[in-house]
């Protein structure tokens, strides 16, 4: 994304209340600057998922972008893949995000076709699929609805199709996973955030945002079929897989 960053500063002052983390119009104005300066690796992270989806897309088949936000992996695997008759698919169930993406798309200077979906994973059938990709999305969706996802893309995959999983995590280890949090308030100070801000956003997402183990999730995808799950990237408490089908 070339596009100026506005800062973010939803969190910079005191809050007399804090609500729980919506994906509204004011967090889609500041989303790149609040992603890239709270995920580490996160730029890393899109550019690769473009070289993964140009290693794995077949011809006349479809890639999904699934909770696109503002459609970085869109972006990167719609400016890496070549091969022929690729239907790009990106969904998000936030208004806001779905008429910035179309903005962003817009301003790139690849042409290829984007068919831009408002509407729940939940409510989204995958159909002759070779690259699904859930970046830091399932971690928004309610923990009994995970499974019912995750069974969905894979019966909507072709054989040697695959889904990129990136997620934060937390550690089964108490300590371990303590030392993985305050590693990343560190790396968000590094980036300019104070104390307040990481504290008031931190109390916004503790319903929205739930973590689960790298073992929950690896567990998941093989009862939903994948037999092929490898940890292709991870820093701090945050990870991505590759499962393919």
């Known amino acids: 994304m070339t596009q100026d960053r506005p800062r973010d500063k939803l969190y910079a002052e005191p ?20 992603i890239n300066r709270s995920v580490p690796g996160y730029a890393t992270v899109i550019s690769l998922i473009g070289v993964m989806a140009a290693q794995f897309a077949q011809a006349n088949s479809r890639i999904y972008d699934l909770g696109c936000s503002l459609g970085a992996a869109t972006l990167a695997m719609r400016q890496q893949v070549s091969v022929d008759e690729v239907e790009f698919v990106a969904v998000d169930n936030s208004e806001a995000m779905i008429h910035r993406c179309q903005e962003y798309l817009q301003a790139d200077s690849n042409t290829a076709s984007v068919d831009l979906v408002c509407a729940g994973l939940q409510d989204i059938e995958i159909e002759n699929a070779s690259v699904v990709v859930l970046n830091f999305t399932l971690q928004f969706i309610p923990l009994e609805q995970r499974l019912g996802i995750l069974k969905t893309i894979y019966e909507g995959l072709r054989p040697g199709g695959i889904l990129i999983l990136s997620e934060k995590i937390r550690n089964q280890d108490e300590r371990t996973d303590a030392c993985m949090v305050e590693l990343h308030h560190a790396f968000k100070r590094l980036k300019g ?4 801000e990481i504290s008031q956003k931190r109390q916004a997402l503790e319903n929205v945002l739930l973590p689960e ?33």
């Open 213 to 245: 183990t790298l073992g929950s999730h690896q567990g998941r995808l093989n009862e939903a079929g994948f037999g092929q799950v490898e940890p292709w990237f991870q820093c701090l408490n945050f990870v991505s897989l590759l499962a393919r089908k």
């Open 193 to 196: 955030y104070s104390d307040l």
């Open 15 to 34: 809050l007399k209340e804090i609500v729980d983390f919506r994906f509204d119009e004011d967090v889609a104005s500041i989303f790149p600057d609040m």
